[in-house]
Each structure stands twice: as structure tokens, then as C-alpha cells.
């Protein structure tokens, strides 16, 4: 079984960047579809990008395409989010996520496998 945490959320002004990571415990990361997923306060927990297993393929919501990157090391079991131009609107608790196929819809209750969320707050 895979454990995730997840790590690099802070506070950041509008036009800002971070990267968020997602480290994996376990010898099976290299199977698993990754995606990350977020949630603002009051809002339902929504899709942000998704990377297959060997991370030659990747998905992200309208709301992120152009400005944030998915990407994966299989060797460090370590998935990653790049977030660039940042706006007030991205400002959730971002979670990763893994399950065992990539495509289709990126509803939340097909990821079976959590992070614990990290922090991303987007100043004006």
C-alpha cells in the first residue's frame, strides 16, 4: 500500500509561484496514476491535474492548463505541481491523490489513496 504526504504549500502574492511535492512511501508508486486535487473553503474538492504512471501523460482542469505542471520522479517516489502566475482564486488546501489508472473522469471517489493536504494561500 502507498502512502502519501504531501509538502510545499505557504503563502504567496498574486503572479507567484510554488511547487508542491508529493512523496510516496511503499515499492508500488510506479503503478499508480497520480493526481492533484484541491479545495477551497466551502467548495467541493476539485480536480487540478492528473499524471499516468510513467508520466508520459498528463490532464489539468481548464482553470489551471498553461500555468500549472504536473510531473513525477519514479526513482525519488515523488509527484510534483508547479504552479506558476498564481491568483487569489487557486488559494485551497491542495491533495494528492493516487489510484491505479489514468483516463476517464478525475472524480474524487476514484482515488482511493490520499495525502493529508497542504496549504496554498494566494495574497492580492
Known amino acids: 500500500q502507498v502512502q502519501l504526504v504531501d509538502s510545499g504549500g505557504g503563502l504567496v502574492q498574486a503572479g507567484g509561484s510554488l511547487t508542491l511535492s508529493c512523496a510516496a512511501s511503499?515499492?508500488?508508486?510506479?503503478?499508480?496514476?497520480m493526481g492533484w486535487f484541491r479545495q477551497a473553503p466551502g467548495k467541493e474538492r476539485e480536480f487540478v491535474a492528473a499524471?499516468?504512471?510513467?508520466?508520459?501523460?498528463?490532464a489539468y482542469a481548464d482553470a489551471v492548463k498553461g500555468r500549472f505542471t504536473i510531473s513525477r520522479d519514479n526513482a525519488k517516489n515523488t509527484v510534483y505541481l508547479q504552479m506558476n502566475s498564481l491568483k487569489p482564486e487557486d488559494t485551497a488546501v491542495y491533495y494528492c491523490?493516487?489510484?491505479?489508472?489514468?483516463?476517464?473522469?478525475?472524480?474524487?471517489?476514484?482515488?482511493?489513496?490520499w495525502g493529508q493536504g497542504t496549504q496554498v494561500t494566494v495574497s492580492s
Open positions: 511503499g515499492r508500488a508508486f510506479s503503478t499508480y496514476a
Open positions: 499524471i499516468s504512471w510513467s508520466g508520459g501523460s498528463t
Open positions: 491523490a493516487a489510484r491505479k489508472y489514468y483516463g476517464g473522469t478525475y472524480y474524487p471517489p476514484s482515488f482511493p489513496l
